[in-house]
T-cell receptor
Framework: AQKITQTQPGMFVQEKEAVTLDCTYDTSDPSYGLFWYKQPSSGEMIFLIYQGSYDQQNATEGRYSLNFQKARKSANLVISASQLGDSAMYFCAMREGPGNNDMRFGAGTRLTVKP | EAQVTQNPRYLITVTGKKLTVTCSQNMNHEYMSWYRQDPGLGLRQIYYSMNVEVTDKGDVPEGYKVSRKEKRNFPLILESPSPNQTSLYFC????????????FGPGTRLTVL
């Protein structure tokens, strides 16, 4: 069974600094996709970044990058140059597949950016 | 605009009063899913559907029903709500059999008194 672990319930970071949010996963399927979503206080789920298990390079999307260490089964989200608007809950998720469509989520990390 | 819509966004009800939360998507997605979000537990899947007339249980299906009569709609039904179903509910959709991200609705905050 899939399992996603986010060990940091809460994190603080100073504005303009970089922060890493941890995510480890457990799967026996060689094919899977890893996702990060942001949930601001307004409640909506915003897709941030995706990493495929066969991708050779770490995914990047603007200030977001995914530090993918396949052997360690970790998929940490790195946010560079934090902004006040980055304060939110962040969820790591995984989809095995392509036949399994279910997406499993970690418990989330609440990030607070300090001015 | 490509989107997933949910209604209502907020609902306060009483124990035992049947309710339906609607979900609709305009992206022609085959796969649709319902989640509930509770503090410290992340999002847990309630039910999912691979296509019209095809539904299956997720991790926490007790007390919920769904139907998929049309591709775009996937309503969540609570026939006899109880206080432990107080939660934030999300509908999501995506193409099936791919690694695509799921698109989420705005969420429905349900309180059962």
């Amino acid at each position: 069974a899939q399992k996603i672990t986010q060990t940091q319930p809460g994190m603080f970071v100073q504005e303009k600094e970089a922060v890493t949010l941890d995510c480890t996963y457990d799967t026996s399927d060689p094919s899977y996709g890893l996702f990060w979503y942001k949930q601001p206080s307004s409640g909506e789920m915003i897709f941030l970044i995706y990493q495929g298990s066969y991708d050779q390079q770490n995914a990047t999307e603007g200030r977001y990058s995914l530090n993918f260490q396949k052997a360690r089964k970790s998929a940490n989200l790195v946010i560079s140059a934090s902004q006040l608007g980055d304060s939110a809950m962040y969820f790591c998720a995984m989809r095995e597949g392509p036949g399994n469509n279910d997406m499993r989520f970690g418990a989330g990390t609440r990030l607070t950016v300090k001015p | 605009e490509a989107q997933v819509t949910q209604n209502p966004r907020y609902l306060i009800t009483v124990t035992g009063k049947k309710l339906t939360v609607t979900c609709s998507q305009n992206m022609n997605h085959e796969y649709m899913s319902w989640y509930r979000q509770d503090p410290g537990l992340g999002l847990r899947q309630i039910y999912y559907s691979m296509n019209v007339e095809v539904t299956d249980k997720g991790d926490v299906p007790e007390g919920y029903k769904v139907s998929r009569k049309e591709k775009r709609n996937f309503p969540l039904i609570l026939e006899s709500p109880s206080p432990n179903q107080t939660s934030l509910y999300f509908c999501a959709s995506s193409f099936k059999n791919s690694y695509n991200e799921q698109f989420f609705g705005p969420g429905t905050r349900l309180t059962v008194l």
